[in-house]
């Protein structure tokens, strides 16, 4: 195992104590000494890049940081990834392997003034012939006039800038800075991660956990892709006074699992539902469901999934099962008349139905064409042999002259003109052979058949 460090950095892959806005990491190294009671996850903390677990994308031998130190040429960077992954620690690290001051700022606690004097102290290390790696932790978190004022700093090269996220850098970051910085996506720690940080604290501590091969693997999964939280956990297992080892159930009973990641007006929200749409969509009901559930155990109102369930029935479903949308709306009725929890079975019902449901979008690309359409014509008149002629001078102009009343028609179909005069004829619904709307095209290529039959 390699050496650990024994300063207590914060804020990194297993500790989230933020040092002040001035925090020198090489002075600190010098003269700190390990605190008593130290934390195990702080007394884990990776002191090289290689010893960081599950971003081999980044840091393996052909990952993008690898490269980059390679070259020489460290380039601002966003890390974004959630809590416990490591982004604070790859900071860290990068800037002892690019001989960089590392300095460190929290978005929560640091304003403009911090940032001035951050950006003060760069220029006097710059002007020593030094550089300095800034890492701004929850960088989300500033504004955009605070977000604008990293600008100037990372493009004269004061600067390297890197900033940890756990929102869509996307939605989170405003353009002008995500143009000036590469953005690198941390993975949530793998189970194999996981295990790799379970071997090292048994080696740390010189115990083995008091688990089962199944309480193990419980363990990681309790942890969500946390390593911190993993940690964390290990420890209080490790103050336990067990016996036998603890087999899943035991652990569940004595361990917290970790809350699960969700936040309904942020980026976990869209990516959820749309793995719920498009697994309903793939007509695979049992990975509907999951999403579903994942969806209700993070805390979504069951309405929204009622909502997105019924539009799913119409948009993707549509005619090839004309029952889908009324069962939607009966399903959304009957969640409003039991409420929670039971009226949730009535939505996971609709999600298998609507997932092994035929499906058409035949009718949400021919209302998109229509559109299109009406937009394109403007104001053309209906044929007058359509129009109502209530009145005398309405009869006079030709208003309903020459209009066939269908019912009468052989067959019920008179086959006429219905779109507006000088506008050629348009097929905007053009049905599958799948489920119900295999009727449907039968019907309609008959009717077309007739139609120019007796329009020739």
């Not at 890492?135 to 900033?163: C, K, S, W, Y």
């Not at 042999?385 to 209009?403: E, F, S, V």
Request: aromatic share 8%; net charge neutral.
């Amino acid at each position: 195992m390699a050496a650990r460090r024994t300063t207590p950095m914060a804020g990194d892959l297993f500790g989230e104590d933020a040092p002040p806005p001035n925090f020198d990491a090489d002075s600190a190294h010098a003269s700190a000494r390990p605190a008593p009671n130290q934390p195990l996850a702080d007394r884990l903390r990776p002191n090289r890049l290689e010893d960081v677990v599950g971003q081999g994308h980044l840091l393996g031998p052909d990952g993008s940081l690898t490269r980059m130190l390679e070259r020489g040429s460290l380039a601002s960077l966003i890390l974004w990834g959630g809590p416990g992954v490591g982004k604070t620690t790859i900071a860290r690290l990068l800037a002892q392997a690019a001989g960089l001051k590392f300095v460190q700022l929290s978005a929560v606690f640091s304003g403009v003034a911090d940032l001035k004097k951050a950006f003060e102290n760069a220029r006097r290390q710059a002007e020593a012939g030094g550089g300095t790696l800034l890492f701004v932790d929850e960088i989300h978190r500033f504004n955009r006039a605070q977000q604008d004022g990293f600008l100037p700093v990372v493009e004269d090269g004061t600067i390297v800038l890197v900033g940890a996220t756990t929102e869509n850098p996307s939605f989170a970051l405003n353009s002008a800075l995500l143009s000036r910085c590469q953005v690198m996506v941390l993975n949530r720690l793998d189970d194999s991660a996981m295990e790799a940080l379970l071997v090292r604290a048994e080696e740390e501590t010189g115990r083995p956990l008091p688990l089962t091969e199944e309480g193990r693997a419980t363990l990681r999964a309790m942890a969500d892709g946390d390593g911190r939280y993993l940690l964390n956990m290990v420890e209080q297992l490790l103050s336990l006074k067990t016996e036998q080892p603890l087999d899943a159930q035991a652990l569940a009973r004595l361990l917290a699992k970790r809350a699960v990641l969700y936040d309904r007006d942020r980026e976990e929200h869209y990516n959820l539902i749309s793995a719920l749409h498009k697994s309903l969509r793939g007509s695979d009901p049992d990975a509907a469901l999951y999403w579903f559930a994942r969806m209700l155990e993070g805390g979504e109102d069951p309405r929204y999934l009622a909502r997105r369930l019924t539009r799913f029935a119409a948009e993707d479903v549509g005619m090839a099962d004309p029952h889908a949308l009324p069962l939607a709306i009966a399903a959304w009725e009957t969640y409003e008349r039991l409420g929670s929890p039971e009226g949730e079975l009535a939505l996971a019902q609709l999600v298998v139905h609507l997932a092994t449901a035929p499906k058409s979008n035949a009718v949400y690309k021919a209302y998109g064409a229509v559109r299109r359409a009406a937009k394109a014509t403007g104001s053309l008149m209906p044929p007058a042999h359509i129009l109502n002629a209530p009145t005398r001078l309405m009869q006079d102009i030709g208003y309903g002259k020459g209009y066939e009343y269908d019912h009468d028609a052989e067959e019920g179909f008179s086959g006429q003109n219905y779109f507006p005069d000088g506008m050629k004829r348009q097929t905007f619904y053009n049905p599958t052979g799948r489920g119900y709307e295999r009727e449907v095209r039968h019907r309609l290529e008959t009717w077309a058949r007739l139609r120019d039959r007796r329009q020739s």
